[in-house]
């Protein structure tokens, strides 16, 4: 895979899940990244996403130590900032000093509510990200209560982490247009969602994706939700669109299937439920292989590596008995691309 970032040096000062989840991406995607680690202090929990960086460890009380840091922060292309806003100025790191010193340093401050506002310095954690965007309504699926949060990837790492390496992509790419010069970039996990969401703002009002009973987004549509089979495990279903909802019910041996998903929704889903149980997991994934009807086993975090078409694809790693996903997306040049794609087909053609 091609690595874009190989010339870039990135300086991660040591903090929670976004940041590190961010220098992660931009190492894994070539660039030298420094992560910086405070002696006698940091982080509580273990640091797991570390890979590909170098790692130094700095007296944030020792004088010729912080020289020494803002040397490296003054050498480098780009700097995560994992603290609040106010903490990297009160350490001698205030970035529009540092930019005086080197025009071309791109500096990514991550936080949860941005450089601003009254919430600025607020403590917050996922949940709290979430709640704000407007989306935790919509996440939780229709008139549940109470909300229940998404483990912490949204705001985190999607808001947050992945939004961060996008604008420090965009800053790269915006430097050599401009004739060098970096930039301070605030990114708020609140906002990075909330901008994330801009499917869910825009298609809000469509009352049947969202405000019916059985809206197809709501968790209770009898087509795009899940159903517990025999063995106590489950497939998923996103037969949104009519060729795949009629090849659904074609397969499920449902009469007027189409019918019943407007007229009588939780009839269908009860008929479903009772079909989806008759077979195992592993049954149904035979029972549908090569159909069009938007059908597959919810897998287990423990069971990814060993699907067919991530073996395939060579999609994870296997370290310390866990199935870790490789970076994505993939970077080909046409050359590459052309023999993968050619290898597909062999491999299809021998089948």
Request: charged letters at 25%.
């Amino acid at each position: 895979m091609n690595k874009p970032f190989k010339s870039v040096k990135v300086t991660e000062i040591a903090g929670l899940a976004p940041v590190p989840y961010c220098g992660l991406i931009l190492a894994d995607f070539g660039a030298d990244v420094t992560l910086v680690q405070k002696v006698g202090g940091g982080p509580d929990v273990e640091q797991r996403l570390s890979r590909g960086k170098n790692v130094v460890t700095v007296d944030y009380k020792n004088e010729k130590d912080m020289q020494k840091l803002k040397k490296i922060c003054l050498e480098s292309d780009v700097l995560l900032d994992p603290y609040r806003p106010g903490v990297l100025e009160n350490i001698g790191l205030d970035p529009v000093n540092l930019l005086k010193e080197n025009p071309k340093l791109i500096v990514a401050r991550l936080t949860g509510y941005g450089q601003t506002g009254e919430l600025a310095k607020e403590a917050g954690h996922d949940i709290n990200y979430v709640a704000i965007t407007g989306l935790m309504p919509t996440l939780a699926g229709h008139k549940r209560t109470p909300y229940w949060p998404p483990a912490n990837l949204l705001a985190d790492f999607a808001g947050g982490g992945l939004t961060a390496a996008f604008g420090i992509g965009a800053a790269l790419f915006q430097r050599t247009q401009n004739g060098g010069k970096g930039c301070i970039i605030d990114c708020s996990m609140v906002e990075g969602l909330a901008y994330l969401g801009t499917f869910v703002s825009m298609y809000k009002d469509v009352d049947y994706m969202w405000n019916m009973d059985y809206a197809f987004f709501s968790g209770m549509s009898p087509i795009y939700r899940t159903y517990e089979t025999k063995d106590g495990k489950f497939m998923a279903i996103g037969a949104l669109e009519p060729k795949f909802h009629i090849e659904l019910f074609k397969i499920l041996n449902i009469e007027n299937g189409m019918n019943k998903l407007f007229e009588e929704p939780a009839n269908l889903v009860e008929t479903m439920e009772k079909i989806f149980k008759t077979k195992t997991q592993a049954e149904w994934v035979e029972v549908f292989q090569g159909k069009d009807a938007c059908v597959t086993p919810v897998l287990e975090i423990d069971q990814v590596g060993q699907l067919k078409h991530h073996r395939e694809r060579d999609a994870f790693n296997y370290t310390d008995g866990k199935w870790v996903p490789k970076p994505a997306p993939r970077l080909y040049s046409p050359e590459e691309f052309n023999r993968l794609r050619q290898e597909d087909l062999n491999s299809k053609s021998k089948i």
